[in-house]
């Protein structure tokens, strides 16, 4: 059994939650510790992490089974399964971000600042996230010949999950080696770059994309969009600074 095999053997579904969640670990303790740098509350980071995290996995399984009432009508037991399938992510990410914003809204967070402490949060649970797509076998590679490819469902593909892990690294460790920048929200933005260049590159590997408009992977057009709002959000802070100034 080689070392792939092995991993994907200790950590298969639903045991791979234990990566993103120990993913997150790191992340809030990393948060916690630029708190002050950012001039953030711990508490108050703490706090908005955790409303954030209870509305994705709340929302997220309260919106599937909205979805799909009459499969949950038959069994209503099923919405407390720890089966990962039964979950609406994208779903449970908006209720995540619009509860943590309405939380941070009512005890008065700064909304940038916080963002560049809660950074190193969200770059951790991105690498959490891609070691679960290597261990689940998700999120593969389409097929290839390159020496370095690896045996996934019967055929030799691009192993897309351990680029997507040594990206989610590399950016962490960018975002961690970043000098205090005096702009509030540079570290978020350059994280939301990054990840966002890094998807447009790893996707056209992919061999499970979702194709629209005649061929188009929908996941690249989102992340073209996402990294064009960036360079815009970026743009609209350094004027805003200029005006204050």
């Given at each position: ?5 092995f991993f994907q053997n200790v950590f298969a ?233």
């Amino acid at each position: 059994m080689n070392g792939l095999s092995f991993f994907q053997n200790v950590f298969a579904p639903p045991r791979d939650l234990i990566l993103i969640v120990l993913a997150a670990w790191l992340g809030l303790t990393l948060s916690e510790r630029r708190a002050t740098r950012h001039r953030v509350n711990l508490d108050s980071l703490s706090n908005i992490l955790l409303v954030g995290v209870s509305g994705f996995i709340l929302g997220g399984r309260i919106l599937y089974a909205l979805e799909n009432l009459a499969s949950f009508a038959q069994s209503p037991s099923s919405i407390f399964s720890i089966n990962t399938s039964l979950f609406d992510p994208w779903g449970g990410l908006a209720i995540a971000a619009l509860s943590a914003l309405a939380y941070g809204q009512h005890i008065h967070l700064p909304f940038w600042k916080s963002l560049d402490a809660l950074t190193p949060f969200f770059a951790a649970l991105a690498i959490g996230i891609a070691c679960s797509h290597l261990a689940a076998g998700t999120a593969f590679g389409k097929e290839t010949n390159v020496p370095w490819a690896i045996d996934q469902w019967g055929a030799l593909r691009h192993p897309t999950q351990i680029y997507e892990i040594i990206a989610s690294l590399l950016i962490l460790a960018l975002i961690l080696i970043q000098k205090p920048n005096p702009t509030a929200g540079y570290e978020f933005l350059l994280f939301v770059a990054l990840t966002s260049a890094s998807r447009l590159l790893i996707e056209g590997l992919r061999g499970d994309s979702t194709l629209i408009l005649g061929g188009l992977r929908a996941a690249q057009i989102t992340a073209w969009f996402i990294l064009f709002a960036t360079f815009i959000g970026w743009e609209y802070k350094i004027r805003q600074e200029h005006r204050e100034e």
